[in-house]
């Protein structure tokens, strides 16, 4: 699941590179909304990991 969380959070930079460069606007409501994803995706996995002993982040 960590693995997703990465892949969002680098879909979300590349996203946002074009959209804070001022190319297009859009790009940074895109990325704010998959930036939100992996960090919520990455809470959920690292409780996950704690609640099943994995001390792998």
């Known amino acids: 699941m960590l693995s ?3 892949t969002f959070l680098v879909i979300a930079l590349i996203a946002g590179i074009p ?4 190319v297009a606007g859009a790009s940074i409501e895109i990325a704010k909304i998959i930036f939100f994803i992996a960090l919520v995706l990455f809470l959920v996995s690292a409780v996950v ?3 099943r002993g994995r001390t792998r982040v």
Not at 19 to 22: E, H, K, L, R, V
């Open 19 to 22: 959209g804070f460069g001022g």
């Open 4 to 6: 997703w969380v990465v």
């Open 49 to 51: 990991g704690l609640a």
